[in-house]
């Protein structure tokens, strides 16, 4: 058995395609889309990451306003620009880049920002939108992970997934979201005695813990899903995810690479979670 790959540029590229429609066609009505991203302080990581945000903002007809500060930015300061954009009628999403620097509270800057305007899912208020079933931004990662499993044509409805991570921005609304679609779900973590038992029942496996090899081929129950969501390096400094991709390919039924999984698929859901928020207006 060879596992099937699900191609997260791909289905970026599909997904971006309805986004721009929908773009053009609130921008011909005199309501086009804006996103505002936020970014404090000198991180290159971070610095990559809001340009690949901003050019996807370009490509799909989205307006995009990139605000840049000096690390040394007041909390205050801060929290005063937000509010700003919050009363914005041009801006429909509001992004700040994590990290943030320390004497400021990251807390604070996301409860800051209007629910309305949360298109990164991240406030408390859209965390128990999402536990109670409410309509609401789905934190991007996971958003795209359902979707990724979605193209793939497999119900959830009774299958046993695995969670592995219970990150407030990947683990805990994966696990949300799977339940959601019917799924019966199991969370693991650090403090999990023996993973390997849980993963071995598992219809679907995520991985979201930042670690290579967390998830090896005799973990996984052949024909599993298998959904990497890690960003990691190896020996080498090759990009690679939480799963041994060589290792669980020929055992699992679907899986996801990195790169080309999941990364692509947390922008294009940052733009989904925009274009609904601009049609709501």
């Not at 500060?69 to 005063?80: F, N, P, R, T, V």
Request: glycine letters at 10%; aromatic letters at 4%.
């Amino acid at each position: 058995m060879t596992a099937k790959i699900i191609d997260g540029n791909q289905l970026s590229k599909t997904l971006r395609a309805d986004v721009a429609q929908r773009a053009a066609a609130l921008t011909a009505a005199g309501r086009q889309p804006g996103l505002a991203v936020i970014l404090v302080g000198e991180d290159p990581a971070s610095q990559v990451y809001v340009r690949n945000k901003i050019k996807a903002c370009g490509d799909a007809g989205v307006h995009s306003v990139f605000e840049k500060y000096d690390a040394a930015i007041s909390e205050a300061e801060l929290l005063q620009r937000i509010d700003a954009l919050n009363n914005d009628p041009a801006i429909h999403g509001i992004l700040v880049q994590m990290p943030l620097p320390k004497h400021i509270n990251p807390n604070k800057v996301i409860e800051a920002i209007s629910t309305r305007k949360d298109v990164d899912g991240y406030s408390v208020l859209s965390a128990g939108e999402l536990m109670t079933g409410l309509p609401g931004f789905r934190p991007c990662t996971p958003y795209g992970c359902m979707k990724m499993i979605e193209s793939t044509g497999v119900s959830l409805r009774g299958k046993h997934a695995v969670v592995i991570g219970r990150s407030n921005t990947v683990g805990k609304p994966m696990a949300l979201l799977l339940l959601q679609a019917n799924a019966t779900v199991t969370i693991c973590h650090s403090g999990t005695p023996d993973l390997a038992y849980h993963t071995r029942q598992a219809d679907i496996v995520i991985a979201a813990v930042g670690r290579a090899n967390t998830v090896t081929a005799d973990m996984v129950k052949p024909g599993a899903m298998v959904i990497d969501v890690g960003i990691n390096r190896d020996a080498a400094g090759k990009l690679c995810g939480d799963v041994d991709f060589a290792g669980v390919a020929p055992v699992a039924g679907y899986i996801s690479p990195v790169p080309g999984g999941v990364g692509p698929m947390t922008i294009t859901m940052l733009l989904v979670n925009t274009i609904e928020a601009a049609e709501r207006t």
